[in-house]
């Protein structure tokens, strides 16, 4: 009888594949990995990818398959229907993917500098005697960007939501501006009294931080820039969402997130392969991480139609 069941142990073995019969946990190890990336118009992407798909399957120790994305939409739709397991998103996609489907989970952000991976939704308004609050600036006017700006709009008037403020109700106008650096223009003329914006709030604030738009302003030399000051910041927000499907096997998941932590020190050029624009490396996040971006999607008012902006 013994004899008979390892005989029937190693037929099994041979009969199905490594998907069915490698299990950890309780939970089934998949053959191979389904990698998407978003690479719009990039007719060299391919290319420009593989030494990050390959540096995915040491990590993985599976074969790593590449789908390429058209859009972000793409993308999204294909995460969330299970066509593919894993993809490089941005804050906002990753909210947008879990809306849908409630099916995935963040391994790691990119950040784009040593400073932490994280940037803040800011409202800016001009410096007075005594240091401008929110309270200030109640029935005056502020500066918006358009109502899918995701810095310039969703993410600040979710947030602003979450702790009590209905940006519709609380000021006199909203404004709608090009761009946020337009905004920080119509404080100073005085066309409003408080602009949204972005920023790293990472290095020197004489300088306007590393990045976003208080630096975009010091940069282009603008007049002012000594009589602008942060009123109000949201909570952090990571750069970018390297994200997978919930319904890998955790051990499969805590070796991804190993590896991609120490992927820019040991294979640069794989990692700068998939995050050529944020190159300081990766920092683990879980789904806390992008509640702003999250909220985005729970409060009405910060994604429906844009009444009142003008």
């Known amino acids: 009888m013994k004899k008979l069941f390892v005989l029937l142990v190693l037929v099994v ?5 490594q998907s069915v019969i490698a299990v950890q946990g309780g939970q089934v190890q998949p053959d191979r990995l389904r990698l998407g990336v978003v690479v719009a118009a990039d007719d060299t992407a391919r290319d420009r990818v593989e030494p990050f798909r390959q540096a995915l399957e040491d990590i ?3 074969p790593v398959d590449l789908f390429l994305m058209q859009t972000m939409a793409d993308g999204i739709e294909a995460l969330a229907s299970g066509k593919i397991d894993y993809i490089r998103l941005s804050p906002s996609g990753y909210a947008a993917t879990f809306q849908l489907c409630e099916c995935v989970e963040p391994l790691v ?11 803040y939704a800011i409202m800016i308004g001009r410096r007075g005697e005594t240091p401008a609050n929110l309270e200030s600036l109640r029935h005056q006017r502020l500066a918006v960007g358009g109502k899918y700006a995701v810095a310039g709009y969703r993410v ?3 947030n602003l939501a979450a702790d009590g403020i209905d940006v519709r109700e609380y000021f006199e106008a909203l404004v709608e501006v090009r761009n946020p650096v337009e905004g920080i223009r119509a404080i100073l003329d005085g066309r409003v009294q408080a602009s949204l914006g972005w920023s790293s709030l990472a290095g020197e604030a004489k300088n306007g931080f590393t990045s976003g738009t208080l630096n975009d302003y010091y940069l282009s030399g603008g007049s002012g820039f000594e009589d602008l000051e942060i009123i109000w910041r949201s909570p952090p927000i990571p750069y ?3 994200t997978i499907r919930s319904d890998l096997p955790d051990a499969l998941k805590r070796t991804l997130r190993a590896g991609l932590m ?3 020190r040991e294979q640069p050029a794989a990692y700068l392969a998939i995050e050529p624009d944020l190159p300081g490396g990766f920092e683990p996040v879980g789904h806390a991480d992008y509640r702003p971006v999250l ?4 409060i009405p ?8 902006v003008q």
Request: proline residues 10%; negative net charge; hydrophobic residues 35%.
């Open 240 to 242: 970018s969402a390297h």
């Open 156 to 158: 600040p008037v979710a």
């Open 295 to 298: 909220r985005t999607y729970e």
């Open 301 to 308: 008012s910060s994604g429906g139609g844009a009444e009142g």
């Open 60 to 62: 993985a120790d599976l």
């Open 109 to 119: 952000t990119a950040g784009p500098d040593d400073f932490p991976a994280r940037f």
């Open 262 to 264: 120490d992927l820019r």
């Open 13 to 17: 073995s041979f009969a199905f594949p």
